[in-house]
């Protein structure tokens, strides 16, 4: 196995993680991703939360937004009429209602497949990732921009974006325990790409519509996906101790179940 360069090896960041993984006996490579996701975008978040605090988002924030409306009329967003309404299609997926009806739907089938502890999991990762959202707002308290008229009806704070907050946070750990299960590279590639998208495409319909800035966006992007990594950190933890139940013994079970039926 090549060396890894000193560069590498030196690094804080780098040091600390493979301390910790040391420490609770990790072996696998995803828990050490998971460690440096959680700790690179945790860092991206706070640093753009401060640029926000000292307004150095609002120039690009204002232009992002305009350069996404009629010139000769603010209030119309740029492109066709059925664009403006597919993005509110769009912006569905990352409502409360949604949310908790994927879910929900998630949950029930993990339930009903024997894997009833992940199911728990599931609900505790994205119900305390909805209630994170709601503190995060609560307590910077940014209004909603008022540079266009709004695309559809907002009630809460501007920053950070719970929409894209909370697609990250349930797309991104669902998808990531689908792609766990199924053993299939193709499989894996396709759910992570779908919750990719729909991470990205909720996010960027709450800008066209003009009820985020950008800066919003971005900084629900980071920390929704930040809580996704810690999120699955814990799961591939908690299956290394056999608190969850792990994929590959779900699936060896339900092998052995079939094979008792036939």
């Avoid at 569905?92 to 992940?118: D, E, K, N, P």
Wanted: hydrophobic share 50%.
């Amino acid at each position: 196995m090549k060396a890894l360069p000193s560069a590498y090896r030196n690094n804080p960041l780098v040091t600390r993680v493979n301390a910790l993984r040391l420490a609770l006996r990790l072996n696998e490579v995803g828990p050490v991703i998971a460690l440096l996701a959680v700790s690179l975008l945790g860092y991206g978040f706070f640093a753009l939360a401060n640029e926000v605090g000292e307004g150095s988002t609002a120039a690009l924030d204002r232009k992002v937004l305009l350069a996404l409306r009629n010139p000769a009329d603010i209030s119309d967003p740029i492109g066709p009429r059925w664009l403006e309404e597919t993005m509110r299609d769009i912006t569905g997926l990352g409502s409360v209602f949604t949310i908790v009806f994927v879910t929900a739907a998630a949950c029930a089938y993990l339930a009903m497949t024997r894997r009833r502890r992940i199911a728990v999991f599931v609900i505790a990762a994205i119900g305390g990732g909805e209630i994170a959202s709601t503190v995060l707002k609560l307590f910077y308290h940014r209004p909603r921009p008022d540079l266009v008229p709004h695309g559809m009806e907002v009630f809460t704070a501007s920053f950070p974006s719970g929409h894209a907050m909370m697609s990250a946070i349930a797309y991104l750990t669902l998808a990531s325990l689908i792609a766990r299960v199924d053993r299939q590279r193709g499989v894996k590639i396709l759910v992570l790409t779908i919750g990719v998208s729909m991470t990205l495409l909720v996010g960027i319909s709450r800008i066209y519509l003009g009820v985020h800035w950008p800066s919003d966006v971005v900084a629900g992007w980071c920390v929704g996906a930040a809580w996704a990594a810690l999120c699955w950190f814990v799961a591939l933890v908690l299956q290394q101790r056999g608190e969850v139940e792990a994929p590959s013994s779900s699936a060896s079970r339900d092998a052995r179940n079939e094979n008792e039926a036939a």
